[in-house]
């Protein structure tokens, strides 16, 4: 069972950069393909960023390519989102979900039944 705790979120001025952290603290995430949302308030959830179960895959949503990076460090069985640039736009509260495992290899576009509770995100000045 999949018990995924996000990290890392918090205040940080226009411009600014944070890295978003996602374990589970209930086993590994190798083979699950790995996708990060966010919701703002008053608005639906949008996917931010994904990676597949094999890693070999990576797809952004394109209001957030070339600032943020998803990656994936099996060592520390942690998935990071790595935000930089960040916009007032990008304010909202930001999730990690995982599917799988052995999970298509070569795509993250699935349907994510594992999720975070989620860290917040505001950008301001």
């Known amino acids: 069972q999949l018990r995924l705790v996000e990290s890392g979120g918090g205040l940080v001025q226009p411009g600014g950069s944070l890295r978003l952290s996602c374990v589970n603290s209930?086993?590994?995430?190798?083979?699950?393909?790995i996708g990060w949302f966010r919701q703002a308030p008053g608005k639906g959830r949008e996917r931010v960023s994904c990676?597949?179960?094999?890693?070999?895959?990576?797809d952004y949503a394109d209001s957030v390519k070339g600032r943020f990076t998803i990656s994936r460090d099996h060592v520390k069985n942690t998935v990071y989102l790595q935000m930089n640039g960040l916009k007032p736009e990008d304010t909202a509260r930001y999730y990690c979900?995982?599917?799988?495992?052995?999970?298509?290899?070569?795509?993250?576009?699935?349907?994510?039944?594992?999720w975070g509770q989620g860290t917040p995100v505001t950008v301001s000045s």
């Open positions: 979900a995982a599917q799988g495992p052995y999970t298509n290899p070569d795509s993250c576009d699935h349907d994510y039944t594992y």
């Open positions: 209930g086993g590994t995430l190798d083979y699950y393909a």
């Open positions: 990676m597949s179960s094999s890693d070999g895959s990576t």
